[in-house]
Structure formats: structure tokens, C-alpha cells
């Protein structure tokens, strides 16, 4: 009998055609996940098993991998003869306190002739009668005995750890979220990666109006992400010289609009070069000026890629809630500025038209400018614990 941890997929065993390459993803996030401890890994089409010693260790990274439903200690027996499991179960049972228990089989072994129920009783009996003054409850027991008959062994768990859910991280492509200090931008990256959709970062800041502060903020907000992103890598653009010159040279009332589309522009680019499909931010329909219909289509405009927006129709307070869990909250609540935020006129544009935001975006140069931005952009590649790495990927 070896006791391991299994791994049970959920949603992620209705993608028949492409299964494999699914599994093979999962396996790699786990030993990437797992890669400070001594694990190996094997799996066929409907368990994944994690043979380890550190089981509370390996756990607590498990459960912050996307793409598992459930997680459990389990032991795996090797014999599919009701008696033999039967009797393994009852030792490991002696060491547990409970009064009450209910048997659960699953049978994907169809060459066992006895139904499911009945393997159930036939073990339920056999408990009763090895270990006294227990009895069997069907609603709310102490224990749950879940047993699967598979082809050459069986597999006998009790307790169940509540996985993430979503797909494995990198399956479904490539995607670059616009992360700000705030609180709904990485929330809208945490609600995509779980999609599978592995993430790049894009932060803008405006140094000197922005300080270092407000940079490592976002350095910290990467680095949660990290976490189940398996690692991020964070592009900083120097917004600085685009925010002075729409500041001096465009109606204030289009500031947040014109900047918004430089921002777009910016990304699109990145995004392009990184091979990613998608932007994602963290934009709410209604939540500010910039975030009416009507503005949003009028920044969207400048650009081709698809952005998706995950909190377009989550009120705020449901934002807080996920950002809480994900404990991005107390970090994206440090009260350092944003670019946003600094050169936010009084009365934004509610409505902005397009052709005006064509006209005043003539006066100023602004293609030179993202040049310059894109080339001289800092890129790192963040790391839940390591210090970050500087690397220059252009
Ligand atoms: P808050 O939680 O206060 O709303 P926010 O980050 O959502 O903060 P918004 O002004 O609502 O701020 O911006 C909308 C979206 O635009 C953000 O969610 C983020 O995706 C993107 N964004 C804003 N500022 C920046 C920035 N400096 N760098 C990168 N992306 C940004
Ligand atoms: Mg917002």
C-alpha cells in the first residue's frame, strides 16, 4: 500500500480531443509549483497522483494550482478484491476517531461483476463487524469512506481538499494584463489565468509623479500572481513624457481618454511582439468616466487584439471579495499614486467622440513617443519568493 496525494481534474475532463495535452500541462505547473520539493508525478486519463513524503508541504502548493477539483490523501492498495481492500481498510480506519461512516464505491473497473452499491455494503459489513460500536450513517457521517476499483488496484481516501477549478495555466495561450496598483486589475488577472490564459504584466508609470513606491506596489501585486501564473514576467513603461505632453497639449476634459488609447496602443504593441492574444484589465462598466460604453468603445477603438475585460459586469463590493481571498486587498490599499491618478482632470469627458480624440491626438507626436517608450522599457521577471530578475527581452 502506498499512501500519495491525488490529484482529480473536474472540469478539465470534458476536453476529450485535446486530454493529453491538458494533463501533460498540469503536470509540468505541479513540478513547477513543487520544484523546491522531492516529488514525482504520474497520472493516466482519470487521476493524477503525487508520490511525496512532504505531504502538508506539497498540499499547501497544490491548492494553488489552476485546473484540479479535488485534492486527497489517498493510499493506493494493490488488489481489486473486495475482502483484501476491505481488511486494508480497516487498519487504516483504527487509527481514525469517528462513530459514525458510510462506504462510497466507484467501480471504473467494469469487469467486477457486483454493482457499486453492493461493494459498499459488502465492505460496510466487514468494517461493522472488525472495529465494534461504529454505525453506518448515510447523511453527514464522521468518516466517508470513498473507495475506486480501477483496473489492477484500488484507490481508498477520506478527507477532501476543494482544488481551484479552472484549466491548467499556459493551456489555453497567451494573454497581457494591465496591472495597476489598484484593486480590480489583478483580480481580472486572477479570474484569467484560472481560464488558463498564462499572463504577462504591463505596468505605466510617470516617474518623477509617481514614485518608487507605487512601482514596487505593483511589483508585490505581480508577485501573488506569480504564484499561480507560475511566475510573471512585468513589463514597466516609462509613461512619463506621453503624460506631460497630453497634459500641456490636450483639452483637459480628454486627458483620461487620450491617455487610456496611448496605453492601449502601448499594449497592443507588447502584446504583439510577446506573442499574446488577448489584453485583459481590470475596467468595469460604469465604474469611472473612462468605463461608460461610450468611452470604453472610443479607447478600445485603437486597437486590433481582443481585450477582455472579466469584472465588466462584477460590482465593486464582489470585486473586494475575490481580491480578498486572493490577498491581493491589503497590497492594492497602500495609498501610493497612480499614474491614473495624478493627472485625473476635474470634469473627465462621460462621452468622448472620436473624431475629437483623432483631432487632439494630432497635436502631439505621439508615434515617436511610443517608440521611445517601448524601446527603452524595463522588463522583469518576477517569482513568488526569488528576488526579481532583471532581463532585457527585446
Ligand atoms: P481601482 O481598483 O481603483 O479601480 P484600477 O487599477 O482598476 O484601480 P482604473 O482607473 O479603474 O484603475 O483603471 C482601469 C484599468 O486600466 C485597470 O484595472 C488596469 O487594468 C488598467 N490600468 C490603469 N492604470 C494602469 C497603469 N498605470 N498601468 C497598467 N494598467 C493600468
Ligand atoms: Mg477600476
Do not use: W
Not at 480590480?184 to 479570474?191: E, I, R, Y
Not at 472620436?354 to 518576477?382: F, G, P, Q, S, W
Amino acid at each position: 500500500m502506498e499512501k500519495v496525494i491525488l490529484i482529480k481534474y473536474g472540469e478539465l475532463s470534458t476536453k476529450k480531443d485535446n486530454i493529453n495535452f491538458f494533463l501533460s500541462k498540469l503536470k509540468q505547473n505541479l513540478l513547477y509549483a513543487l520544484k523546491d520539493l522531492d516529488v514525482d508525478i504520474t497520472y493516466d486519463l482519470g487521476r493524477m497522483f503525487i508520490h511525496t513524503k512532504n505531504f502538508d508541504e506539497v498540499i499547501d502548493k497544490v491548492v494553488n494550482v489552476f485546473g484540479i477539483h479535488e485534492i486527497n490523501i489517498c493510499y493506493i492498495i494493490d488488489s481489486i478484491d473486495v475482502t483484501c481492500v476491505s481488511l486494508e481498510v480497516i487498519n487504516l480506519l483504527k487509527n481514525k476517531d469517528f462513530k459514525t461512516f458510510k462506504v462510497e464505491t466507484k467501480r471504473s473497473n467494469k469487469k467486477i461483476e457486483d454493482t457499486s452499491v453492493n461493494l459498499s455494503k459488502k465492505m460496510g459489513a466487514l468494517i461493522l463487524k472488525n472495529i465494534p460500536e461504529k454505525s453506518v450513517q448515510v447523511n453527514n457521517p464522521d468518516i466517508l469512506v470513498n473507495v475506486e476499483y480501477r483496473k489492477d488496484n484500488s484507490l481508498v481516501y477520506f478527507d477532501k481538499i476543494k482544488g481551484l477549478g479552472g484549466y491548467p495555466v499556459g493551456t489555453l495561450g497567451k494573454g497581457l494584463l494591465m496591472l495597476s496598483g489598484g484593486i480590480d486589475s489583478p483580480v481580472a488577472g486572477f479570474l484569467t489565468i484560472k481560464r488558463g490564459v498564462k499572463l504577462e504584466a504591463i505596468y505605466f508609470e510617470s516617474p518623477p509623479h509617481t514614485s518608487m513606491e507605487a512601482k514596487e506596489k505593483v511589483i508585490k501585486l505581480a508577485r501573488i500572481l506569480a504564484k499561480y501564473n507560475g511566475g510573471v514576467i512585468l513589463h514597466i513603461i516609462n509613461f512619463t513624457e506621453i503624460q506631460e505632453e497630453i497634459y500641456k497639449n490636450i483639452p483637459h476634459e480628454y486627458l483620461i481618454t487620450i491617455m487610456r488609447r496611448m496605453m492601449y496602443r502601448i499594449s497592443a504593441i507588447i502584446a504583439s511582439r510577446k506573442n499574446a492574444k488577448i489584453l485583459v484589465n481590470g475596467e468595469s462598466i460604469g465604474q469611472v468616466a473612462s468605463q461608460t460604453l461610450t468611452s470604453m468603445s472610443a479607447i478600445n477603438e485603437v486597437v486590433k487584439i481582443p481585450v477582455i475585460r472579466p469584472l465588466a459586469c462584477f460590482d465593486k463590493l464582489d470585486i473586494i471579495d475575490i481580491a480578498n481571498k486572493i490577498k491581493t486587498y491589503e497590497t492594492s490599499i497602500l495609498p501610493y499614486e497612480d499614474c491614473c491618478t495624478i493627472f485625473v482632470p476635474k470634469h473627465p469627458v462621460i462621452n468622448p467622440d472620436k473624431e475629437k480624440c483623432l483631432e487632439y491626438e494630432k497635436l502631439i507626436n505621439y508615434e515617436d513617443m511610443i517608440y521611445r517608450a517601448v524601446k527603452t522599457h524595463e522588463v522583469l521577471k518576477i517569482e513568488e519568493k526569488e528576488e526579481n530578475i532583471y532581463e532585457d527581452l527585446l
